[in-house]
């Protein structure tokens, strides 16, 4: 949708107004000359004695018209980023409600378009803003509707029961561990997952400079005196590689990281229920592996066949009940709303599948394009659900974790998700991801090994965030594994000195 945009001169301005528009349309263009432009955006934005006004007007190409104003007292002596994201906020206000009146369409997640809103909720909340204050701010600055806003508070407030101490992290870590091997690469995956079949060479090397970085990261932080708070193994698929090369890896795990029995938390994700064998859940036994991921995604085999995923349905089942007569405990099973092909009638027969397995927590993402995916590149070989159906999805997922037991305890949101909704992680009580909550609400630094493995240094007091990515192909991680380790030593050097 190309939409003629007056009145808008600051460029700060363009990306929150094209995130907006996307909520709304597939692809949205801001233009600055009228031409081919099916609808028109007119601002006038007016700030005194700290109080800013914006209104704006929609116009379509048949003439219909549109008003919405917001007026807003701004804190005094407020400067900078701060001043910005209040204006920011309220021309994003007054756009949303132009387009929300324009297509009917009520965005439920108001003007917040970032990936962490729960975050936002505790940052209010350790400023000591009341919960009737939060409340009021997320409904009439945000426009949120009242179930997201419940939903947050929900998850907060289990959050703070798993994890009391939250506020109180930042002087320790967490670890995730990127392994970028996958048995095949499912249509919708952006993470770094290569086809293991036929690469030993690369996979021997890869492992060789994780070691490297496990010891080195290990040494430093022993040095430090820096406890690790939860460990986890992701990527790809950690236990695509072979039941020894497991094994070598969690043994230098436990020589090298600082107080393991101590860790509140190692899971090890084993999405792909062929890449699991009894002799690798003797591993994870072996090095008391608290939880680990088996991942249905669908319990429709023609869904998972079209999402390049080659396994089938009773595999799943077979491989969890082959990981619950070995001990395993807190098993996480994901499934992913609006897959191709798959409507209500799908998604239920989904979740009573999972009623009869019955995994300590499910994760329920919704599918999102991402640009690099297969199935972005294609989009038109994949027919999804409308997004009412994806809303009445969600609707059950939510009803039927209430009924079985789980409840909320993390979410996050993506770009290009279906119908603007989110990813919830529901567990039964006491079996909620720690890892799972650091990650999402960044109270602590998490450093990233390994392929792909994207780190986040919160500084433990500012709470200021820098962020380090290694490389995500195994090849030139394997060329510089070395440099990379340094660097990201530099980085903790300077921050928790
Ligand atoms: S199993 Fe996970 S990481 Fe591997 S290709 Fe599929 S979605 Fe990507």
Not at 22 to 35: I, S, V, Y
Not at 460 to 466: A, H, L, M, Q
């Amino acid at each position: 949708m190309r939409i003629y945009i007056k009145g808008i001169e600051d460029e700060r301005f363009y990306r929150p107004l094209t995130l907006i528009g996307n909520l709304f349309f597939e692809e949205t263009e801001l233009c600055f000359t009228k031409g081919d432009t099916p609808l028109e955006a007119e601002f006038f934005i007016e700030e005194e004695n700290g109080m800013i006004s914006i209104a704006g007007t929609l116009q379509t190409e048949a003439g219909q018209q549109f008003h919405a104003k917001k007026q807003k007292q701004l804190p005094e002596e407020l400067e900078g980023k701060e001043h910005l994201r209040q204006v920011k906020n309220t021309l994003s206000y007054v756009y949303l409600t132009l387009l929300q009146e324009y297509t009917g369409i009520i965005q439920k997640w108001g003007i917040l378009t970032g990936i962490r809103p729960t975050k936002l909720y505790h940052k209010k909340r350790q400023e000591g803003m009341s919960e009737e204050a939060i409340h009021r701010m997320f409904k009439e600055e945000y426009l949120l509707s009242e179930e997201k806003i419940q939903l947050m508070k929900q998850i907060v407030q289990r959050q703070l029961e798993v994890i009391p101490d939250l506020d109180h992290l930042s002087n320790e870590v967490s670890i995730y561990v990127g392994i970028p091997f996958c048995p095949t690469k499912c249509a919708y995956c952006t993470f770094p997952a290569y086809a293991i079949n036929g690469r030993q060479g690369s996979v021997t090397s890869f492992l060789g400079g994780l070691h490297y970085e496990m010891r080195e990261i290990g040494r430093w932080l022993k040095e430090k005196g820096i406890k690790i708070t939860t460990v986890y193994y992701g990527g790809g698929t950690p236990t695509s590689i072979t039941a020894e090369e497991m094994d070598m890896l969690y043994e230098e795990m436990v020589e090298s990281f600082p107080d393991v029995k101590n860790i509140r938390e190692i899971t090890v994700e084993a999405g792909r229920p062929d890449t699991i064998t009894k002799e690798k859940l003797e591993v994870l036994n072996k090095y008391k592996i608290d939880r680990i991921s088996i991942n249905p995604q669908s319990y429709i085999q023609s869904t998972l066949k079209a999402i390049g995923r080659h396994h089938t349905v009773e595999e799943t089942i077979e491989k969890f009940h082959l990981a619950r007569s070995m001990g395993m405990n807190n098993i996480n099973m994901d499934l992913i709303i609006g897959l191709p092909g798959e409507g209500v009638e799908e998604f239920d027969y989904t979740l009573a599948e999972s009623a009869k397995l019955m995994p300590e927590s499910i994760t329920v993402h919704t599918l999102s394009f991402k640009r690099a995916s297969e199935m972005t590149k294609n989009k038109h070989k994949y027919k999804v659900a409308s997004r009412e159906e994806i809303g009445t999805m969600m609707d059950h997922a939510v009803d039927w974790t209430n009924e079985h037991g789980y409840a909320p305890y993390y979410l996050y949101r993506q770009k290009n998700i279906l119908g603007n909704l989110e990813n919830v992680g529901y567990a039964q009580k006491g079996q909620d991801s720690i890892y799972n909550i650091m990650i999402m609400e960044e109270q602590q630094t998490i450093i990233g090994i390994g392929c792909g493995a994207a780190s986040k240094f919160v500084h433990p007091e500012t709470r200021k965030i820098t962020q380090f990515a290694n490389p995500k192909d195994p090849k030139s991680y394997n060329d510089h594994f070395e440099h990379y380790t340094t660097e990201k030593i530099n980085i903790m050097e300077e921050l928790f000195n």
